[in-house]
Nanobody
């Protein structure tokens, strides 16, 4: 089993920054994909960014150039640095790990961007 705990959400003004952190514990192996998804009210959950164990990254077009995903392998932590935040970034952000075809989710952290 894998447990994921997110932190770092909050309220920020448009143009501001936040850093989300996700700590993974349990049966973590070296080969996996960790990422961040978000779900805004009335919308489907969508991929924000993900990072593969080799270091490759993928970003949603809407956040490219503003968000940066990174991993601390020693601490089994994945970070999401969010800059130049916009009101449309408001959502619950979920941490995800895909390991050997099994997916695990955190409970989410709320990010609210005011205009």
């Amino acid at each position: 089993q894998v447990q994921l705990v997110e932190s770092g959400g909050g309220l920020v003004q448009a143009g501001g920054s936040l850093r989300l952190s996700c700590a993974a514990s349990g049966s973590i192996f070296g080969i996996n994909v960790m990422g961040w998804y978000r779900q805004a009210p009335g919308k489907q959950r969508e991929l924000v960014a993900r990072i593969i164990s080799g270091g490759s990254t993928n970003y949603a077009d809407s956040v490219k150039g503003r968000f940066t995903i990174s991993r601390d392998y020693a601490k089994s932590t994945v970070l999401l640095q969010m800059n130049s935040l916009k009101p449309e970034d408001t959502a619950v952000y979920y941490c995800n790990i895909n390991q050997f075809g099994e997916e695990y989710w955190g409970k989410g952290t709320l990010v609210t961007v005011s205009s």
